[in-house]
Structure formats: structure tokens, C-alpha cells
């Protein structure tokens, strides 16, 4: 299976902050990428796909870089709505794999 | 609008078995490819199965293979998820998801998820 490591697992930022998240692969996973976002109690939701594509009605604060084994998604200036957690997944084979996520909290 | 509605989960014994529904409305639910991911409390998301829009093709994570079954019925625009031989480590928020598909292909990623179904693994 592909391991997907995602650091930080935690991170504390302020709204306005530039915030990254980075993942990695274990393998290179082209640009099959994908991120969301998770609030608690609540489904994740989706904001990136193929690795740099906005998904519709998402904020441009958010973007998504990267390809083979190395990804980010940066939040460019960090809004109060968007203290969460953030997971990526991989889905380059037929064996879908999730990061381990990270919750990003108010400093 | 779409939506994704789970049914089905609760308490269930080791080695036990339980069957979840994720009725679809507001899509050509034919036309979609499914999933069904879980999260273990305070963990991460899992993906643990999925099919194609026909039904024909389906896949899953190693550690459900041989106790977990993925169907579909079209007609009934429902997903399902049949659960035998549970486990404690089964213990998660289960959700359907449903996978972006064009005319022409399936684009690889969830951009509808259902509200959840908890099922809990203990004696």
C-alpha cells in the first residue's frame, strides 16, 4: 500500500496567518492528490483535487501545489472558519490511502 | 441537491455482522462511482472499499478483504456495506462517499459525503 506521512500532525496559527500543510508519498502518486476538510461532528469535505485543482465554491485562500511525492496545500491567510483538520489522500492505485490528518487550532 | 443519507449502524458483539445503507438522492446515482471510508474516534479517515458505477468492479482496503462486502442496487439508488467477522478495531464513524464521475471517465476523488453511521464493536 502507498503510505501517506502529513506533517505537522498539529500546528497552532492566527487568523491572517500563512499556513502550510505538507504530505508525502511513499511511492511517487503523479498528481492523484486530493484534500479536504473536516470539522468536527462533521464530514469532510472536499477543497483540492488533483493535487492543484480548487474545488468549486472554495475559497482562492486555499491552493494546492505538488506531484510525484511531495504536496502542500497552503492557506494564505488563515480565517476563522478554517480552524479543522485537514487530511490528503492518494489515489493512484486501486487502494485509496488517507494521511494521517492535521488539526490546525487557534493560537 | 445531492445527498447521502447512511443507515444501519449501532452496537454490535465481536464476530458479529451488521449491514449500512447510504440512500442517494439528487444525482443519477448509476452514473457515480461509491465508497465507503471510516474513522475510528479521534483518528483519521480510512477508505475502506469501493465500486463502480455499474456495480461490476469493486475494491478494498486489506485489512476488511473477505469480511466486508460493497453492493449496490441501482434500482433502489442505494450503496451498501456488509460487515461480517467484527472486530473492535471496526469501531468507526462510517461514511458513504460518493466519487466524481464524468461522461467520459471517474475523476479519482469524494466530492459528496453522507452525515455518518457509528458502529460500535464491543461485548
Same mark, same amino acid.
Given at each position: 500500500?502507498?503510505?501517506?506521512?502529513?506533517?505537522?500532525?498539529? *500546528?497552532?496559527?492566527?487568523?491572517?496567518?500563512?499556513?502550510? %500543510?505538507?504530505?508525502?508519498?511513499?511511492?511517487?502518486?503523479?498528481?492523484?492528490?486530493?484534500?479536504?476538510?473536516? &470539522? @468536527?461532528? &462533521?464530514? @469532510? &469535505?472536499?477543497? %483540492?483535487?488533483?493535487?492543484?485543482? *480548487?474545488?468549486?465554491?472554495?475559497?482562492?485562500?486555499?491552493?494546492?501545489?505538488?506531484?510525484?511525492?511531495?504536496?502542500?496545500?497552503?492557506?494564505?491567510?488563515?480565517?476563522?472558519?478554517?480552524?479543522?483538520?485537514?487530511?490528503?489522500?492518494?489515489?493512484?492505485?486501486?487502494?485509496?490511502?488517507?494521511?494521517?490528518?492535521? &488539526?490546525?487550532?487557534?493560537? | 441537491?445531492?445527498?447521502?443519507?447512511?443507515?444501519?449502524?449501532?452496537?454490535?458483539?465481536?464476530?458479529?455482522? =451488521?449491514? =449500512?445503507?447510504?440512500?442517494?438522492?439528487?444525482?443519477?446515482? /448509476?452514473?457515480? !462511482?461509491?465508497?465507503?471510508?471510516?474513522? !475510528?474516534?479521534?483518528?483519521? =479517515?480510512?477508505?475502506?472499499?469501493? +465500486?463502480?458505477? #455499474?456495480?461490476?468492479?469493486?475494491?478494498?482496503?486489506?485489512?476488511?478483504?473477505?469480511?466486508?462486502? +460493497?453492493?449496490? #442496487?441501482? /434500482?433502489?439508488?442505494?450503496?451498501? =456495506?456488509?460487515?461480517?467477522?467484527?472486530?473492535?478495531? #471496526?469501531? !468507526?464513524?462510517?461514511?458513504?462517499?460518493?466519487?466524481?464521475?464524468? /461522461?467520459?471517465?471517474?475523476?479519482?476523488?469524494?466530492?459528496?459525503?453522507?452525515?455518518?453511521?457509528?458502529?460500535?464493536?464491543? /461485548?
Amino acid at each position: 500500500d502507498i503510505q501517506m506521512t502529513q506533517s505537522p500532525s498539529s *500546528l497552532s496559527a492566527s487568523v491572517g496567518d500563512r499556513v502550510t %500543510i505538507t504530505c508525502r508519498a511513499s511511492q511517487s502518486i503523479s498528481n492523484y492528490l486530493n484534500w479536504y476538510q473536516q &470539522k @468536527p461532528g &462533521k464530514a @469532510p &469535505k472536499l477543497l %483540492i483535487y488533483s493535487a492543484s485543482s *480548487l474545488h468549486g465554491g472554495v475559497p482562492s485562500r486555499f491552493s494546492g501545489s505538488g506531484s510525484g511525492t511531495d504536496f502542500t496545500l497552503t492557506i494564505s491567510s488563515l480565517q476563522p472558519g478554517d480552524f479543522a483538520t485537514y487530511h490528503c489522500q492518494q489515489t493512484y492505485n486501486s487502494l485509496w490511502t488517507f494521511g494521517h490528518g492535521t &488539526k490546525v487550532e487557534i493560537k | 441537491e445531492v445527498q447521502l443519507l447512511e443507515s444501519g449502524g449501532g452496537l454490535v458483539q465481536p464476530g458479529g455482522s =451488521l449491514r =449500512l445503507s447510504c440512500a442517494a438522492s439528487g444525482f443519477t446515482f /448509476s452514473n457515480y !462511482a461509491m465508497s465507503w471510508v471510516r474513522q !475510528a474516534p479521534g483518528k483519521g =479517515l480510512e477508505w475502506v472499499s469501493a +465500486i463502480s458505477p #455499474d456495480g461490476v468492479n469493486t475494491y478494498y482496503t486489506d485489512s476488511v478483504k473477505g469480511r466486508f462486502t +460493497i453492493s449496490r #442496487d441501482n /434500482s433502489k439508488v442505494t450503496l451498501y =456495506l456488509q460487515m461480517n467477522s467484527l472486530r473492535a478495531e #471496526d469501531t !468507526a464513524v462510517y461514511y458513504c462517499a460518493r466519487e466524481y464521475c464524468s /461522461s467520459t471517465y471517474c475523476h479519482r476523488y469524494f466530492d459528496y459525503w453522507g452525515q455518518g453511521s457509528l458502529v460500535t464493536v464491543s /461485548s
